[in-house]
């Protein structure tokens, strides 16, 4: 009866359903896409990461949905909705998102790419030297790679991947006057636009549009009735036995299955006829209410590839170059040098996250270092990180990798660097059962000249020089004692079975991170009751815990004035009376993606400041190895501080989350304009200038690793 009155009492906590505000999220994206301040690449490139964004949903969240309505699953979550009473409102949210996604299309960024010159066109749009080019390139190019596949007694509906472009045709022999259908699939290796030649501008036309437009070649004895484009997305979520004897081949396995998952969306164009979409629904057993029609073109992620256009720099955001080497090491041609003399802070990608490379680059050729453990999560396709641990093993180091293959849909990548890694002669553990390594954490072993030195990286992102590019995180560098104990203690039960220690400076999930921010928060609640200094500023991607959400009321109840910046999803309702008036929460979605966790405890006047690779959400605090680390260098504390507060006062990128659940933009009436990301860029560039003075030594240059 008591777990009754107390899941009641969760229930009736003001809290914003998970997936309905993961939508929010994309609905805030999609506002920079219709923002006409935006350069118009720019706003295309917003538009092409919403449906980015939104497959992920379908194939992840969506299908779990879908998947628990079909079980019978029946339970409602902490804002009071079953996932019956759910689907329906998804449907809807997303049903309008779509149409808002189309209109930002056609309405705003078509008219603004043709007032710079930049068009789409169909065939028949075109002039008679236009379509000779593209038949030209149709015969050429395009047709030695299709293969039209037909429909019939003897040829069952082929299987088709997932968020893969096709067309539908419908046919009719033009011997036996029999009607049959089929299927021809957009070729993803090629260009989805064509540029065509035009005496004005610069003309695209689309490849679904050109093959449409040269049917005919592909089924010369048939007349082509109709004709759609289509395309479905499949349900994606890997199902992996983690007690299977072989983690790596069940989860090859896993992947396999996934590209035969049950498909959750069908789009269609508007256009398409009744017999064409009739057949689609039957051939891919889709219910009606999973059906997209859309006035085109399909799939438009492909807009991130065009808003790369070469010739078009103009028409994007002035580029945030990062500064290399960073302020943190500059005068040091030693990295070990730099970080013995004092902690070292870099923030990407305003600070090039090349001297995280360079770390390791150092430690695979330097004859002291003896050994090099890391975590990796996430990594480029080129990963130069990984061709200096290759390197490091060749050179006769110890170099132990934790490699989690469960990262979702980069798992494929991570199997192909781990047996790279296996091959080198690298120790390669492949996560933990029941787990997921998620962890940002590089420990390299060196032998000083004092003795035995642990230098440590810890960081708020993955080990990716790509997403480092367009991602804002921190690291910090440290050979503090306490801290390398604490490392060596967390590689041990990473890779062994040892127990979770008592550390000294860590918080770890699974067991200890949650009880951490508890206390923490708690600590808060005294202090207010107390009448000592309080407060709590956080920043994570998304707060979705009920028991982190429920504490942060009772400390807003105490008096405790709480800051979060939340940049995804964000379950807690601020600014109720009563409940969480003392709660501000702002989004920031700009030309970046803000990444990196910090949280702030005023602690009766003695900050604290801690930074992780943790978000507030149940996976991370209790299913996943999460590391937070506290900022203790007083300099490093001060900049940590300034930089909460630069994002706290951003009002170009920045909503605020009003208690009706919607979000607005931060009231900029009297107030000088405030971007965060541009501020911090400015900063680094500033901050390396200011030391660079005719005397200064030498600064490092950076390494180059022969296995690259």
């Not at 065939?123 to 015969?139: N, V």
């Not at 596949?149 to 509906?157: C, E, G, K, T, Y």
Request: hydrophobic share 40%; charged share 25%; net charge neutral.
């Amino acid at each position: 009866m008591i777990e009754k009155n107390e899941k009641m009492e969760k229930q009736q906590l003001p809290f914003i359903n998970r997936e309905l505000s993961w939508m929010d999220f994309n609905a805030r994206v999609l506002e920079e896409a219709f923002e006409k301040e935006n350069p118009v690449m720019e706003r295309i490139r917003f538009l092409s990461i919403t449906a980015s964004n939104l497959d992920e949903f379908f194939m992840v969240r969506v299908a779990g949905v879908k998947e628990q309505v079909e079980s019978g699953y029946n339970r409602a979550d902490f804002s009071g909705l079953t996932p019956a009473k759910l689907l329906p409102q998804l449907n809807t949210k997303i049903y309008g998102f779509t149409e808002r996604q189309y209109s930002c299309l056609h309405r705003s960024i078509v008219p603004a790419l043709k007032k710079n010159g930049i068009m789409f066109v169909t065939p028949d749009q075109m002039s008679e030297k236009q379509t000779a080019f593209i038949s030209d390139y149709f015969d050429k190019i395009l047709f030695p790679v299709l293969t039209p596949l037909a429909v019939d007694r003897s040829r069952p509906f082929p299987f088709l991947a997932n968020k893969s472009l096709n067309l539908a045709v419908r046919l009719k022999s033009k011997k036996s006057e029999e009607s049959y259908f089929a299927v021809v699939q957009v070729p993803g290796i090629l260009s989805r636009f064509l540029e065509v030649p035009s005496e004005e501008g610069r003309v695209f036309v689309l490849l679904e549009d050109v093959i449409t437009y040269k049917l005919e070649s592909l089924f010369e004895f048939n007349e082509i009735q109709a004709s759609c484009p289509f395309r479905i997305t499949r349900d994606s979520d890997l199902e992996i036995d983690e007690e299977a004897d072989d983690l790596l081949s069940e989860i090859v396995k896993s992947i396999k299955r996934r590209k035969r998952g049950k498909p959750v969306r069908l789009e269609l164009l508007q256009r398409c006829d009744k017999e064409t979409k009739e057949f689609l629904i039957e051939m891919l057993e889709i219910h009606k209410s999973e059906i997209y029609e859309v006035p085109g073109p399909l799939d438009l992620t492909f807009l991130s590839k065009f808003a790369n256009l070469s010739g078009c720099e103009h028409l994007c955001f002035k580029p945030i170059k990062p500064v290399y080497p960073p302020a943190a090491f500059w005068g040091y041609s030693d990295m070990f040098e730099a970080i013995r003399d004092k902690d070292r802070m870099v923030h990407h990608p305003y600070e090039s996250f090349e001297c995280v490379v360079d770390f390791v680059r150092q430690a695979a050729e330097d004859e002291n270092v003896l050994a090099i453990k890391q975590t990796l999560y996430r990594v480029s396709g080129h990963s130069p990180i990984v061709a200096a641990l290759i390197r490091a093993a060749e050179n006769g180091k110890q170099v132990t990798v934790l490699v989690e293959l469960k990262a979702r849909f980069d798992e494929e990548n991570n199997i192909l660097w781990a047996k790279k890694l296996e091959k080198a002669g690298c120790h390669v553990i492949y996560g933990l059962a029941g787990l997921k390594t998620h962890c940002k954490i590089l420990l390299v072993v060196r032998r000083d000249e004092d003795g035995i030195r642990r230098y440590l990286h810890m960081a708020t992102g993955n080990y990716n020089d790509s997403t480092a590019k367009i991602y804002t995180d921190i690291g910090v560098f440290t050979c503090k004692e306490p801290f390398g104990r604490d490392a060596s203690s967390l590689f041990n039960v990473l890779t062994g079975y040892s127990l979770p220690p008592d550390y000294n400076k860590f918080a770890v999930a699974p067991h200890g991170l949650r009880e951490f921010f508890v206390r923490m928060i708690q600590k808060e609640i005294a202090n207010a009751q107390a009448g000592l200094p309080c407060g709590i500023t956080a920043k994570v991607n998304s707060l979705v815990d009920p028991e982190i959400i429920e504490l942060l009321y009772q400390a807003s109840q105490a008096n405790v004035p709480i800051r979060l910046i939340v940049r995804g999803i964000c379950c807690l309702v601020p600014g109720l009376p009563g409940v969480s008036e003392n709660i501000t929460v702002i989004s920031i979605v700009g030309q970046l993606l803000e990444h990196s966790r910090i949280f702030k405890f005023e602690n009766a006047g003695n900050p604290k400041i801690y930074m992780g690779s943790a978000d507030w959400m149940p996976r991370n605090l209790d299913r996943r190895v999460e590391l937070v680390f506290p900022i203790e260098d007083e300099d490093l504390k001060e900049r940590a501080f300034g930089i909460l507060e630069t994002m706290w006062n951003d009002n170009i990128n920045a909503r605020m989350l009003r208690s009706d659940t919607t979000y607005e933009h931060i009231d900029r009436r009297g107030k000088a304009p405030h971007n965060s990301q541009v501020e911090f860029s400015i900063m680094a560039q500033k901050a390396v200038k200011a030391l660079q003075v005719p005397d200064a030594s030498q600064p490092y240059k950076p390494i180059r690793s022969t296995a690259e």
